[in-house]
């Protein structure tokens, strides 16, 4: 025990309270004070509470359950630096006498082995703070079978004298559904839901979920209940229980960061979950010194764990980008050196300058984004536009372009006309699109190198060479050794899917791909010209 004055041991003269006892399970009820166990039989399991050395002793005749205790501050004036600030609670089921040096009080003459403690010829445990639970179907309260043995700081005793203050060791029943139950159940059901929904591609019913908001809900929602764990506790103004709510609050915090991370989803995702592995040690030792005295007297074991990971993926990474700036610097020296051939030479700048009006000139809208839209279908037409679609078209025109399975369902696409509201979620749509898409994209190729003097690479042996378009195309066996660009690879597809385009599959937009170079700048701007005037195409996106 430790006293406001600081004092400890055998320097302590008195317990420094007038009673203790201990209050019933399943109801308020305190040990009577001060009662004789023969004042009748409603308190005969009851004994007096008596001063041993610096402790005080509450016996009874037979078991008896408890969820807590109280303590009574002495009647007299100017004794408030024998008030206890620092307490354990102790018991034993064992028969003993109170004799010799046992009778001094505390562990004096005894053997004090962490949770127990040999006094009086018996051990004694400590008390502790059931891990309890609620029953399923009466809602009453059970302790499970392992208790948190509790060193409670009680600073915050009243100054005042013949005050009686509780030690609740039980938490409110609305707090123990918020903070534990719905906590766990919500959490449970939640990464079921995230489960199903990164199965289904990210999509269900037509609704499409950001996977990682979700994990972030699903992770974050414990702060929410946090925080309405504390708000039961602090509205019903139980003083003695308010610990219970700040501890709440204060687990608000990490959950609350890791939701941010995961919905954010940048570069500083790593770190960010690593800020909330620390902030939740801090927070396990800031109550742990607040409740119990000691910093470390329970540990956050999922902090350090998380905390280890974090700074285990962190160095990887580090490494990772210092080897790729590496790989990257070749390149980079590369480019800068061809750029600046080409800003030196006076044609080559001239050329820039034209490519940039002729951007201009085409007039894309910078904002404009880019998505895979389904086409619109004519039979969901307004009626007016229908017919006039129909008036317009040929039923043979109709049918040549209709896919037959579609045509006989009725389901006739409006060629040219995307439905902005209908976005493509169908990897093989867009792997049978892009397949179809290529074959279109190597003709016109051909045409456009044909008239701006392209450029292809070519195999020769070991090495790869660009040549004209011009010089291979009456050659059969040049013809042959092109290496066209084939169409994105299924793994590439997923990475970049995950990594960039948050599981969105209409934001793939260059899995049938290919390229033109050019020995100058004017073929280039050239070739863009034609491009955009082709006939058969339609430019949505120019990016640099």
């Not at 016109?444 to 392209?454: H, K, S």
Request: contains cysteine.
């Amino acid at each position: 025990m430790v006293t406001r004055d600081g004092s400890t041991g055998r320097d302590i003269r008195s317990p420094g309270v007038e009673d203790f006892g201990i209050l019933k399970r399943g109801s308020t009820q305190c040990t009577p004070h001060n009662r004789n166990a023969h004042n009748g039989n409603k308190f005969r399991e009851y004994l007096p509470t008596r001063v041993v050395g610096t402790s005080l002793l509450q016996t009874f005749e037979k078991p008896t359950k408890m969820s807590g205790w109280y303590v009574t501050m002495l009647h007299d004036e100017e004794t408030q630096d024998t008030d206890p600030t620092y307490f354990e609670i102790w018991g034993t089921s064992s028969d003993f006498n109170v004799t010799g040096g046992c009778a001094e009080g505390g562990a004096v003459g005894g053997t004090y082995n962490g949770d127990t403690i040999e006094w009086c010829g018996v051990v004694w445990d400590k008390v502790g703070v059931p891990a309890v639970r609620y029953d399923r179907l009466s809602f009453q309260m059970e302790p499970a079978k392992w208790l948190r043995f509790t060193h409670l700081h009680n600073k915050e005793l009243s100054m005042s004298r013949d005050v009686s203050r509780r030690f609740e060791l039980s938490p409110p029943f609305l707090f123990y559904l918020f903070y534990n139950t719905l906590a766990m159940g919500i959490q449970g059901v939640l990464s079921f839901f995230v489960l199903v929904v990164a199965m289904r591609g990210g999509v269900i019913m037509r609704w499409r979920f950001n996977i990682h908001v979700l994990l972030g809900l699903t992770v974050g929602s414990p702060a929410v209940l946090s925080a309405l764990a504390a708000l039961t506790v602090l509205f019903q103004g139980e003083s003695e229980r308010q610990h219970l709510a700040w501890e709440a609050i204060a687990r608000i915090v990490r959950p609350a960061i890791v939701f941010y991370a995961c919905a954010y989803q940048g570069p500083w995702f790593v770190y960010l979950l690593g800020l909330s592995s620390v902030v939740d040690i801090a927070v396990t030792v800031m109550v742990n010194l607040v409740l119990f005295g000691e910093p470390f007297r329970n540990v956050s074991l999922t902090g350090f764990v998380w905390l280890f990971l974090c700074v285990y993926v962190g160095m990887f990474r580090v490494r990772d980008l210092s080897r790729s700036r590496n790989l990257f610097k070749a390149d980079q020296e590369r480019y800068d050196k061809l750029w600046t051939q080409l800003t030196q030479d006076e044609d080559s700048r001239m050329g820039i300058d034209h490519l940039k009006k002729v951007v201009l000139m085409i007039g894309l809208d910078e904002t404009n984004y880019c998505r895979q839209h389904n086409r619109v279908r004519a039979d969901r037409l307004p009626k007016a536009q229908r017919e006039k679609y129909e008036k317009a078209s040929t039923e043979e025109s109709i049918r040549v372009r209709t896919c037959p399975l579609f045509y006989e369902m009725g389901h006739i696409l409006v060629p040219s006309r995307p439905n902005a509201s209908s976005l493509v979620s169908s990897f093989d749509q867009l792997y049978a699109q892009a397949g179809v898409a290529n074959l279109q994209l190597l003709k016109r190729l051909r045409v456009w190198a044909e008239m701006t003097n392209g450029m292809f690479p070519v195999s020769q042996g070991n090495t790869v060479v660009f040549a004209r378009w011009n010089d291979i195309k009456d050659d059969l066996h040049l013809s042959q050794q092109v290496r066209w660009t084939l169409i994105k690879r299924h793994g590439r597809v997923f990475e970049k899917l995950l990594r960039s385009y948050g599981n969105e599959r209409a934001r793939l937009l260059d899995i049938s791909r290919n390229l033109i170079v050019f020995e100058t700048m004017t073929d280039l701007t050239n070739c863009l010209g034609i491009i955009v005037t082709d006939e058969n195409i339609r430019v949505e996106r120019l990016k640099n």
